[in-house]
Structure formats: structure tokens, C-alpha cells
């Protein structure tokens, strides 16, 4: 397939449909709302099935519907709207039930903006819902890999029957890139033989389900699913080590500010700088090896983010106190500008070890 | 050989239920299993169960079933008819679940004329939780979050779910009914049946609101239960249709 120039937003669209999705659920927010429109339109042209609800609420328990029902099933909100979901996705997590969610991060807290942020890490990567469970976490930092990464996320979802969250910013949803819709290498994907399609001739009923009111059942459905979230950690980790060479500094940086890093890295290089990245795709499970592994060739770490300060956190738990991990962000909607990087990682070089 | 006059509907399961004695939700359960049965559809059935009182259904009906978030059942069930437009879908809710928490739920379930049935069981009270006020709680009635009595001016008058609903263009057919004699029983079996018929025939939205009892928490004995019900919940809550099938050419 050639090439064609997408939209981040509507490259998700087109990647869901390519990938068999057959139902989105979704209420409009900003700024995100080029994906529920496109699906109201091209949806019903691939026999699939747009419907926008009442609220994030409602839409992520269509998806629980839909999903326990068998379908293969996304919804999107951008931050405010996915605060909402957060109970489904538990409900979803603990009746184990495989979806897509895409989130297009915006400023926070609160109302917050609608520019570009990085500051639902800790939603997205540390629960967000109520309980125990984890989902696999993906930051695409292009448009290509946003839509190899929506078609993929839909066979982890089902490969172990568990949500998948997609992480983006206005900044990828908006801007324009050359794409190929390309399938993902093969997964060998369960039977849906647990879905609730009516007990004809099975002879049974099925019940999907998160609740265990005997403790010890409780216990025991959670050991099942951490049996499950240990598994995603070992084979579901993606990343990017980029210009680890001989880094005078390793740059940490996801999605859109992993891009911003690049430029930084062009810009240290001329003046005698070097500069690593260290690009996490999947935010959960979360590289930590990787940050070990490099931390004995480089002098520090920078944890760059559209953010307070979030996956600095799990950079210092991969760094382990071997070498120092510092932090630069900007937050609220706020886009850090690569000088601003550079004269940052001067201080942090410049200044006493 | 005695001859068998009396058996369990195949639409339950061989489980004890887990209801106070004197409650009607045991009553409630047996019409819709009866209905599934007698419709032969519990092959093709997914019911959704609510969290309240009747948070267990899951473990009664005899048929495929999810168990919903807090008043979510219907945008569940919309996600299940969705994409399974061939089966029978129903949700069986309280009063918390329905017409608090999930009021937005069912309203717009309700306005998209989803294809789907709702078994409403109000008995003016939560249940599950230990006798709190629900927004069907009668002016005046003790609660435990209301001990003085629902007052009107602090708490508001309780909600009218069918006829809220029923001035929606979406619903196919919305009935009242309650259980609390062999007469009321038989009559609201047979709303129960037209109202999964009208979702066969692909009517559009059915609602079949059940007045029930909860003696425990009202502190009454069963029979003073069904007395008071029908002495305070009916003058507020008349029983009868309030959209007909008929009407949804």
C-alpha cells in the first residue's frame, strides 16, 4: 500500500477500522473530536458501528457491553473525559475484557487547557481506576507509529483479554504525516469462547464479571490476574535507544517531547555535547532494564515530559542510584523548546558531580 | 407417581437466593425466568444485572449475563444489543441503580429507543447497603439517611421513573405493575412477557417498573410489608400503562 498523508486523529480512525474494530463509542472533547467524527463517517462504509453516548461514562460501559458481547471495541476521550472512564476501565480490567482507549492528552489538573501535555503518566501507567490491575500503555511519537501501534494494541488487548490505552497529545492528533496502514506481525489470539453471545448449544452460561464477594475468591482472581500482568510486563515492552553511543547525558522522553529531543540532540552535537534518548513505547510495562543497563555509560539522565514530573519517577527506580536523574517539563499545555533543553542539560553537565 | 403440578422455571438456576425473607424480588426474578422460558429465548438471552440488592442475578437466571457497574446496566446492554442485534437483551435494576446513579443511563437509553428490557424494581429504598434513602423514598418515610422522615423541602419528592420516561419518543412500551397479590402477580407477568415480545418484534425501548418490597429495611413484618406498599407506594406510583406498543407504528 502507498503512502497517504493523515491527520494523527483520523490515522487512528483509519488504523481501528483496518484492524476489525467494529464499534466506537465516544463523546466529543477537545482535542480529540476528529476521531469520533471520522468514525461517524466512515464507520457505517465498513459495516461497523459508530454510536456517541451520553457521556465518557456511558461510552466506556458500551464498550464493556460490547466487549463481553465479543466485539472487537475502542473508545477516546482526551484527559477530563478519560478521568471518567476510569471506573469502567477498572470494571473492564477486573472482568478481563480486551479494548482499546485512546487518550489525547491535554493540560491539567482540572478543566485544565486543550494544548498539548504529558500529564496522565501517572493515570495511565499507576491505575487510574480503583484496584489492582495494569494495562499495557503505548506512546507513539509519529503518525505511522501511532496507527502500527492502534492495530497492534488491539491484539494485545485480545491476546490477553485486558484493556490497552493509547497515550498521544493534541500535537500528534493534529498533525499531518505520511502513513501505511501495515499489519502487525501475527499473534496467536484466544477463542472468545467466554463471551456472552447467548448459551445456545454451549450448554452453559457465561458471566462476565468483577465480583467476588468471598475474599478469598477475591484474592484468588487477583493472583490470576497478576499471573496475567507479569506476563504483559515480559513480553509486551517497547522502546527506543537512540544516540546511546557514548552519551555525555541520556535524555529520557516520550511521544511528542521524544521528537523535541531529537532536535536537542542535533543542536548538543554542535557544541561538542552528546546526547542519548531513551524513547519508552510502552509506558507500562516501563523499560527500567534499559535505563539500568545504560545507566554505566552515561554521566546523568534528564526526564523530559509535558509534565510536573511523572515518569521521572520510574527513570529513578531504572536507574536504581547509579547515576543522578534530573528533570525538565513544561506543563499545562505548555511545549518545551529544544534551547531551553539545552541550556538545561549545559547546567546539569556544567555543574558539580 | 405423583403427578408433578409445580417445578422450577428452566430460566433459573438450582441456586438458593439470597433475599430477605418477605422480599419480592424472589417473585420479580421468577416472572422474568418464567417469560424467558415461555418465549424460548434463554438460549439467545443476555441479561445484565445491577449492583444493589439483585447484585447476584448473575448467579439466578439461567442465561448469559454481565454484571454492570452502578446504574451503567443500560449502556451496557446497549453495548451487548449493539452488537449482538439478534439476541434478547435485558437489564434488571432497583431504584438506586436506576433512578439515581444511572438516571442518565437509562434516560438515554430510553431516548435512542434501544432495543432492549428493562426490568425496574422499585421498592422506595436501598436495599443492599442497609436502608438508606433512594430518590423513590415516599415525603415522609424513614430512611436511614432520612431519620426524621423525607422532608420535601430538604430532599426534593421522589422521582417518577415511567412517566418521566414515558414522555420520551424512544420507549415502545412503559408499564407500572407491582406483585403484592396473585392478581398483581399475573398481570405483571403478563407486562413482562409483551414487553420482551415488543423487543423481539423490534419495537424499541420497554420498561416494566415492578413496585416491590423490603420489609428489613422498612422494619415491617412481609405481610405489613405488601400492606404498606400498597396503602402508600400505589397512590404515588399508579399502576398502569404509560406507552403501549401499539402506539409505536
Not at chain 1, 139 to 158: H, K, N, W
Not at chain 2, 101 to 114: D, K, P, S
Request: charged share 20%; hydrophobic share 40%.
Amino acid at each position: 500500500m502507498a503512502k497517504v498523508l493523515m491527520k494523527g486523529n483520523e490515522a487512528i480512525g483509519a488504523a481501528a477500522i483496518k484492524a476489525g474494530c467494529k464499534f466506537f463509542f465516544g463523546y466529543p472533547i477537545t482535542p480529540q473530536s476528529e476521531l469520533p467524527e471520522y468514525m461517524a463517517r466512515e464507520m457505517p462504509k465498513a459495516g461497523a458501528t459508530f454510536l456517541q453516548s451520553e457521556s465518557e461514562v456511558a461510552a466506556i460501559n458500551m464498550v464493556y457491553g460490547a466487549a463481553g458481547a465479543g466485539a472487537r471495541v475502542m473508545t477516546s476521550s482526551s484527559s477530563p473525559g478519560i478521568s471518567l472512564k476510569q471506573e469502567g476501565i477498572s470494571y473492564i480490567a477486573g472482568a478481563e475484557l480486551p479494548c482499546l482507549i485512546v487518550n489525547i492528552i491535554r493540560g491539567g489538573p482540572g478543566l485544565g487547557g486543550i494544548q498539548p501535555a504529558q500529564s496522565d503518566y501517572f493515570q495511565a501507567t499507576k491505575g487510574g481506576g480503583h484496584g489492582d490491575y495494569k494495562m499495557v500503555v503505548l506512546a507513539p511519537a509519529s503518525v505511522q507509529e501511532l496507527t502500527d501501534l492502534i492495530m497492534e494494541g488491539f491484539d494485545i488487548a485480545d491476546q490477553y483479554r485486558n484493556p490497552v490505552m493509547i497515550v498521544g497529545d493534541g500535537m500528534l492528533g493534529q498533525m499531518m504525516e505520511p502513513v501505511e496502514l501495515r499489519e502487525p506481525k501475527k499473534r496467536n489470539l484466544p477463542p472468545k469462547d467466554w463471551a456472552t453471545t447467548g448459551k445456545g448449544g454451549r450448554g452453559h452460561t457465561n458471566v462476565i464479571n468483577s465480583l467476588f464477594i468471598d475474599p478469598a475468591e477475591c484474592e484468588k482472581h487477583n493472583l490470576k490476574l497478576k499471573a496475567k500482568f507479569d506476563q504483559m510486563e515480559k513480553n509486551e515492552k517497547k522502546f527506543e535507544v537512540y544516540n546511546c553511543e557514548n552519551p555525555d547525558i541520556i535524555a529520557v522522553a516520550y511521544g511528542t517531547t521524544a521528537r523535541i529531543i531529537k532536535t536537542v540532540i542535533e543542536k548538543c552535537r554542535d557544541e561538542g555535547i552528546n546526547v542519548g534518548l531513551i524513547r519508552p513505547i510502552s509506558l507500562w510495562p516501563f523499560p527500567y532494564e534499559v535505563i539500568e543497563e545504560y545507566a554505566d555509560r552515561t554521566k546523568a539522565f534528564i526526564s523530559v515530559e509535558m509534565s510536573m514530573g511523572q515518569m521521572v519517577e520510574d527513570v529513578k527506580l531504572g536507574a536504581n542510584g547509579k547515576k543522578p536523574v534530573h528533570f525538565y517539563g513544561r506543563t499545562g499545555g505548555m511545549v518545551p523548546i529544544p534551547d531551553d533543553i539545552v541550556a538545561e542539560i549545559k547546567k546539569i553537565l556544567g555543574g558539580a558531580e | 407417581m405423583a403427578e408433578m403440578v409445580f417445578k422450577r422455571t428452566k430460566g433459573l438456576q438450582d441456586r438458593p437466593f439470597h433475599y430477605c425473607p418477605g422480599c419480592t424480588h424472589g417473585i420479580i426474578h421468577r416472572l422474568v425466568a418464567e417469560v424467558l422460558e415461555e418465549l424460548d429465548v434463554l438460549d439467545n438471552a443476555v441479561g445484565v444485572a445491577p449492583v444493589g440488592c439483585s447484585v447476584f442475578a448473575y448467579d439466578y437466571f439461567n442465561c448469559d449475563m454481565q454484571e454492570a457497574a452502578h446504574g451503567r446496566a443500560p449502556a451496557v446492554a446497549t453495548g451487548i444489543k449493539r452488537t449482538l442485534p439478534d439476541n434478547v437483551v435485558f437489564t434488571y435494576q432497583g431504584d438506586g441503580d436506576l433512578a439515581s446513579i444511572g438516571t442518565a443511563e437509562i434516560v438515554h437509553a430510553a431516548m435512542r429507543g434501544e432495543k432492549i428490557t428493562t426490568i425496574f424494581v422499585n421498592n422506595a429504598v436501598y436495599g443492599m447497603t442497609g436502608g438508606q434513602m433512594a430518590p423513590t423514598t415516599l415525603v415522609g418515610q424513614k430512611a436511614t439517611t432520612s431519620p426524621f422522615g423525607r422532608d420535601r423541602d430538604h430532599a426534593g419528592a421522589p422521582i417518577r421513573m415511567s412517566e418521566m420516561l414515558a414522555t420520551l419518543d424512544g420507549p415502545a412500551y412503559i408499564e407500572r405493575v407491582t406483585v403484592t397479590s396473585p392478581a398483581n402477580i399475573r398481570k405483571a407477568k403478563k407486562a413482562i412477557k409483551k414487553a420482551f415480545q415488543a423487543q423481539i418484534d423490534g419495537k424499541g425501548f420497554t420498561m416494566i417498573e415492578v413496585l416491590s418490597t423490603c420489609p428489613t429495611n422498612w422494619g415491617l413484618t412481609p405481610v405489613e410489608a405488601i400492606k404498606w406498599l400498597e396503602e402508600n407506594m400505589v397512590p404515588y406510583y399508579p399502576l398502569g400503562v404509560y406507552k403501549t406498543p401499539e402506539e409505536v407504528e
